[in-house]
Nanobody
């Protein structure tokens, strides 16, 4: 059974940084595009960033441009999301997801999802 496990969330002050990790088990990870999504209370899930499987192209939402960087280490079956310059509005549950098809900042089309890791930014 495939598992995606997120880690690295926590409480951080505004302007600070955090690095999230998404580790996969029982998955040929390097064949999957991996995306990060977030959901704040009362809001819809939205795309944060995505990285393709082989070409390592990346896509990041406008609000994350210049602040968020996605990367992957296929040898470790892990995708990272480095978030700098955090703002209170970045507070959300962050999820990673794997797609055998393509990268997207829309949540549909992803085959597997993790349980999420909470990031709380204090102002």
């Amino acid at each position: 059974q495939v598992h995606l496990v997120e880690s690295g969330g926590g409480l951080v002050q505004a302007g600070g940084s955090v690095r999230l990790s998404c580790t996969a088990s029982d998955l040929t990870f390097d064949r999957y595009a991996v995306g990060w999504f977030r959901q704040a209370p009362g809001k819809e899930r939205e795309g944060v960033s995505c990285i393709t499987s082989s070409t390592l192209n990346t896509y990041t939402a406008d609000y994350g441009q210049g602040r968020f960087t996605i990367s992957r280490d296929n040898a470790k079956n892990t995708v990272y999301l480095q978030m700098n310059g955090l703002k209170a509005e970045d507070t959300a549950m962050y999820y990673c997801a794997a797609s055998s098809f393509a990268c997207s900042l829309l949540p549909g089309g992803f085959d597997y999802w993790g349980q999420g890791t909470q990031v709380t930014v204090s102002s």
